[in-house]
Each structure stands twice: as C-alpha cells, then as structure tokens.
C-alpha cells in the first residue's frame, strides 16, 4: 500500500500540478506514511514538480515531457561524481561498444587535417586495410555527404554502422591525379589493446592502450609469441600503462593475475553486499618469476591503477614514472530499458594493502620526469693532433697530396655520420622513459642475478 502511495505521488508530480490536486487525498496519506518512517523526501518532491511545472508553462520554447525528465535524471547523476552518468540510445550502444572492444566499422584510425578526415593508419585485417585504404588519405566525401563542415566525431558516427552495411569513400591520394572512390562493407572490428616487441633477446616490452574483456587472454598470447621469438625464457618484462584511461575491472584482474601466484589482487567495498568483491590470484606465474618495470603516468586510471597497485603491493614488479590518475571507484552499468542505463558508482576499490588510491594515485617507486633526447645532427669542427702547429709527422702523411692534406694551424673537418632514420634511433632517443626502464631490468643480470632469485 505505501509503496503504491509513494508511486502515485510521484507520477503525479511528474505530471504537473494538477495531477497533484487529483490526487490530494493520496498524497496526505503517503506523506503521513513517509514522515513517520523517513521513506522520501517529500518537500524536495514538491520543488522538482513546481519546478518541472514552471519550465513547461514558461520556456521560452515547447519542451517535450520525456526530454525534460532526461535531463532532470542526467542532471541528478552529473550531481553526484563526474563518472555517473545517464546513457540513451546511442551513447548506451557506445559504451557496450567500448566495453568489448568490438564494433561495426571499417577499421581505421583517424584525424582531422584541413577540414577532412586523415587516415593515420588503416587497422590489419579489416575492410578498410583489405580494401587499400592507405595512411595519408584524405576521405573528402562519405556516401555523398562532404566532410567539409563536419567534427571529427560526426564523421566517425558516420563511419561506423551496422556490420554488413556499405559505404563509399571519395579520397584524395598523394600522386593519384582524381579522386580515388573506394566502397567499403562494414564489420565487426576488434580493438586491439595489446602490443608488444622484443626491446633486446629476452627483454619483453608490452603495450596496454586500455583494459577490455579479452585483453588478458591478448597479452599472455603476446608474451608467448615473444618468447618463441627469443627463443628462450624471458629474462624481464616492461608493461607499459602509460596513457592507459582504465576498462573493464576483470580485464585488470586477469593482468594481474597473470603475474601473481597468491593472495588478494584487488577488493571492492560499497554500501550493497553487490558492491563489495575480492579478488584472488590463481597459483600461477606466466615469467616464471622473471623481474617486471611497469611504466605509469598521470594518464594511468582506474583499472591501471588496479594493475600498478598489486603488483607494488605484491613486490613482483618496480613501477616507474609519475603518480598515476587517482581513480579509485567503481562504476556499474544498470539497464533501464533496451535503449537507456544508470552508470553509476557502486563502490571504492582497495589494493592489497588496503590502499584506497581515490583521489591519491599510485605513486611510483621511482619518480621518473619525461625528458626527450636529440642527436646532434650538425658537424662538429674536432681539433685533432694533427692541427696542432708543429706536430710530429706520421710516416704515412709523407705520401699524403699535401694539396689534399690539411696545413698546419688549420682545423680538420670530419664528416657528420650519415643520417640515421627514425626507425634506426637508439631506443633513448625513441622513448626516454622506456630505455631507463630497461636498463633497470638489465641491472639484476648485470650483476649475476637472475630474476625471481
């Protein structure tokens, strides 16, 4: 009965203030019912529905009922934290997306260069790559939409679609003399959050962009991948969470796991016994014990800093760069309907020390400022021996063209060495941050030791 009261009331708010009049008698016995056990606040209920009512009789324009409710619950979400959130329709699509790493598209990744969309890169093994969409192209024209005049993001909404849906691309293309018109058919492309190469034999470096539902299973299969290819046990690994904006919660345990063989890797505590989780490592080690850098910075969040956190806790790895993000909460997707959701923030989540990192970060045990380093690339006048007035002479400058040798007192220009491309830079050169991280993984070995002793 109280709970029918209740629901009444508030329909009838919702509606305006003649449905309150309606229901004049309901609402005197659901607010008796409310004030004596403290079930609602009714005096707010009533400032939202004067409100409400206000807004429909005095807005300058029409607004629909369904909108304004909308924007009654996003602004009541926003009001909370800045990660709960209202989703509908698209956006709700987008985050289901996101949260599998999987959506209907063509498989390129993109930017905006003069009013057009760039390809930066087409992805392997998608539409786009199959159909010679290359990096540098310029997409002009989308179906015949001009991109002209459209955001980024308009163009990448039109982009994506329903797999098994066409499209065509009108592109310009260095050293083609007309527009090239590529048809593509979109599909289901799967992001790839793991990458990884071998910096030197043994020495394993592994990108995490984001954590997503299968990113563990990408990772070991990586590791394993590296391993054959160094034909030997690994001698150290470096992950690298730099950047890396958070994901999935169990795609962070996973990671975790696959380095920890015992005790708690992350708990959760809320307000619900939903809301509270611990999580436990499985007794396995995929290094074998081998030593771990992980690379973090301001940018590392959420389910990076889960990943950080236990292996610290846990000793099993050294975390170098600056203190992490500080997201320390937990959001749960609830669906309202097909269409719609409530994201909202259930819970806080502890390392295994019982560190909340909320507001605090992970901070690393080596502070690590980014710093970049540049070859000198013009030549260097070298004062050598022989520009030194009175030198002795070598034997074999007395066969020397004295026309071509240099005379005493002048200084003797040695050539620059030639160029190297960007490819061939020193890995200094290439990522400061990640060469000092190796040469921290090397120390152990250096000095006869090897790792997990």
């Given at each position: 009965?109280?709970?029918?009261?209740?629901?009444?009331?508030?329909?009838?708010?919702?509606?305006?203030?003649?449905?309150?009049?309606?229901?004049?008698?309901?609402?005197?016995?659901?607010?008796?019912?409310?004030?004596?056990?403290?079930?609602?606040?009714?005096?707010?209920?009533?400032?939202?529905?004067?409100?409400?009512?206000?807004?429909?009789?005095?807005?300058?324009?029409?607004?629909?009922?369904?909108?304004?409710?909308?924007?009654?619950?996003?602004?009541?979400?926003?009001?909370?934290?800045?990660?709960?959130?209202?989703?509908?329709?698209?956006?709700?699509?987008?985050?289901?997306?996101?949260?599998?790493?999987?959506?209907?598209?063509?498989?390129?990744?993109?930017?905006?260069?003069?009013?057009?969309?760039?390809?930066?890169?087409?992805?392997?093994?998608?539409?786009?790559?199959?159909?010679?969409?290359?990096?540098?192209?310029?997409?002009?024209?989308?179906?015949?939409?001009?991109?002209?005049?459209?955001?980024?993001?308009?163009?990448?909404?039109?982009?994506?679609?329903?797999?098994?849906?066409?499209?065509?691309?009108?592109?310009?293309?260095?050293?083609?003399?007309?527009?090239?018109?590529?048809?593509?058919?979109?599909?289901?492309?799967?992001?790839?959050?793991?990458?990884?190469?071998?910096?030197?034999?043994?020495?394993?470096?592994?990108?995490?962009?984001?954590?997503?539902?299968?990113?563990?299973k990408d990772m070991v299969k990586?590791?394993?991948?590296?391993?054959?290819?160094?034909?030997?046990?690994?001698?150290?690994?470096?992950?690298?969470?730099?950047?890396?904006?958070?994901?999935?919660?169990?795609?962070?345990?996973?990671?975790?796991?696959?380095?920890?063989?015992?005790?708690?890797?992350?708990?959760?505590?809320?307000?619900?016994?939903?809301?509270?989780?611990?999580?436990a490592a499985k007794p396995d080690?995929?290094?074998?014990?081998?030593?771990?850098?992980?690379?973090?910075?301001?940018?590392?969040?959420?389910?990076?800093?889960?990943?950080?956190?236990?292996?610290?806790?846990?000793?099993?790895?050294?975390?170098?760069?600056?203190?992490?993000?500080?997201?320390?909460?937990?959001?749960?997707?609830?669906?309202?309907?097909?269409?719609?959701?409530?994201?909202?923030?259930?819970?806080?989540?502890?390392?295994?020390?019982?560190?909340?990192?909320?507001?605090?970060?992970?901070?690393?045990?080596?502070?690590?400022?980014?710093?970049?380093?540049?070859?000198?690339?013009?030549?260097?006048?070298?004062?050598?021996?022989?520009?030194?007035?009175?030198?002795?002479?070598?034997?074999?400058?007395?066969?020397?063209?004295?026309?071509?040798?240099?005379?005493?007192?002048?200084?003797?220009?040695?050539?620059?060495?030639?160029?190297?491309?960007?490819?061939?830079?020193?890995?200094?050169?290439?990522?400061?941050?990640?060469?000092?991280?190796?040469?921290?993984?090397?120390?152990?070995?250096?000095?006869?030791?090897?790792?997990?002793?």
């Amino acid at each position: 009965m109280k709970r029918e009261l209740l629901l009444t009331l508030i329909v009838c708010m919702a509606l305006g203030v003649g449905g309150i009049a309606v229901a004049e008698e309901s609402v005197a016995e659901a607010e008796a019912e409310v004030e004596k056990e403290k079930i609602a606040p009714l005096e707010s209920l009533r400032q939202f529905a004067e409100v409400f009512t206000r807004v429909k009789q005095s807005y300058v324009e029409e607004v629909d009922d369904d909108e304004l409710i909308r924007f009654a619950i996003r602004g009541m979400l926003d009001g909370l934290d800045p990660h709960s959130d209202f989703v509908i329709e698209d956006d709700y699509e987008e985050l289901q997306e996101n949260t599998s790493g999987e959506f209907g598209g063509l498989g390129i990744e993109v930017g905006m260069e003069d009013g057009f969309v760039k390809v930066i890169s087409p992805i392997d093994d998608t539409p786009a790559a199959a159909a010679g969409v290359k990096a540098g192209d310029l997409i002009i024209r989308l179906d015949d939409k001009p991109v002209k005049g459209m955001t980024l993001n308009e163009a990448v909404d039109v982009m994506r679609g329903k797999p098994g849906t066409s499209i065509t691309l009108t592109i310009l293309r260095e050293g083609a003399d007309a527009p090239v018109v590529v048809r593509i058919e979109r599909d289901i492309i799967r992001v790839k959050s793991v990458k990884g190469r071998l910096l030197e034999k043994s020495y394993a470096y592994i990108r995490i962009s984001n954590f997503q539902q299968h990113t563990s299973k990408d990772m070991v299969k990586r590791i394993d991948n590296l391993r054959e290819d160094s034909e030997g046990p690994l001698k150290g690994l470096i992950l690298d969470l730099r950047n890396n904006p958070g994901g999935v919660l169990n795609g962070a345990v996973a990671v975790s796991d696959a380095f920890i063989t015992e005790g708690e890797i992350v708990y959760t505590k809320g307000r619900t016994k939903s809301s509270m989780s611990r999580f436990a490592a499985k007794p396995d080690d995929i290094l074998d014990g081998a030593p771990i850098v992980v690379l973090v910075n301001e940018g590392s969040a959420s389910a990076s800093e889960i990943v950080a956190g236990a292996l610290q806790d846990h000793q099993r790895a050294i975390i170098i760069g600056r203190t992490t993000f500080g997201k320390g909460s937990v959001q749960t997707v609830i669906p309202v309907d097909e269409k719609s959701a409530v994201k909202i923030t259930t819970a806080r989540y502890f390392t295994p020390k019982g560190r909340s990192i909320q507001a605090e970060g992970i901070v690393p045990d080596i502070e690590l400022q980014p710093l970049t380093v540049e070859l000198k690339e013009k030549k260097l006048a070298l004062v050598r021996e022989s520009a030194l007035s009175g030198h002795l002479v070598n034997h074999d400058e007395e066969d020397t063209d004295p026309e071509q040798a240099p005379a005493n007192g002048e200084s003797g220009e040695v050539e620059a060495e030639p160029e190297k491309k960007e490819s061939d830079a020193p890995l200094v050169v290439e990522d400061f941050m990640l060469n000092e991280a190796l040469n921290l993984l090397k120390g152990p070995h250096i000095f006869g030791r090897q790792g997990g002793e």
